[in-house]
């Protein structure tokens, strides 16, 4: 089976449709610093004189997401650009609500931009081994991320006279009332929390395919695809399978789909 590509010879994972991808494409992913377990405070974080407070709000997480010490590698106009790879990851999960819902409103964005706020300063080795282990930190990340955004937009000032939103990004950013299957389209929209869901799959799907599918194995990455499209509504599945794979790749996905057709 293919691993992730070498700084030296890097292969494309994904080549995907323009008509329905705007972001930059990462390439490869590469870590060589140890992860910080503290969560600071969004006090920590210097806001840029913008204009509003959500483009204040964006700029507060970028900051808090720039620390991160793993980096990912990807094109922009032809060029090839290393960054962290959470501050990576939120531009491309913004870029993929906007795609799947042009009326995607600040809530939505600020969520998809605070998805994964700081998660390299939780690692997954908090929790023991396992799947018990793995539910128990993904719950504690996420309540980690959504008290971290709050504090960050409450900050720049929402929050305040009847405002919502910070209630809403956290429960975008917790998942709340995703469930296990696609949520339905109301009046020909999607609700906020599967574009959420669908956007962090495609994300998944662009960057972390090959080098999870190295880590996990062939059958071990087959489960997780046979978990993962389900949660996904039409229009997401319809986005992930317009990415144009490479062979390996695409076997696993055929895979994972022959398994739901005799399940279904």
Known sequence: ??????????????????SLLTPPRPLMTASSRSPSTFVPRAKRYVLLPMSTRFDDAIAAIDAANA???FTVTYAVDGVE?????????????????????PDA????????????LRRWSYPRTEQPEGRAGYLKWRTEARKRHATLVGEILSGVGYGVDGDDTIERVQALVSKQGLGKGGLAAVDGRSPAVQVHEDSLCLVFLQTQ???VATQ???EKMIDVLVRTVPKMGPRGQAAALALDLDPHCASLVAAALERLGAEA
């Open 216 to 218: 996990l194995g062939d």
């Open 81 to 101: 650009v290393t960054r962290p790879k959470e501050l990576a990851h939120s531009e491309l999960m913004c870029e993929w609500v906007k795609t799947l819902d």
């Open 209 to 211: 395919f090959v080098p």
């Open 105 to 116: 409103d600040d809530a939505q964005l600020l969520a998809a931009r605070a998805h994964h």
């Open 1 to 18: 089976m293919s691993g992730p590509a070498s700084s030296n010879k890097r292969r494309t994972i994904f080549r995907t449709s323009p």
């Open 67 to 69: 620390d991160d010490p």
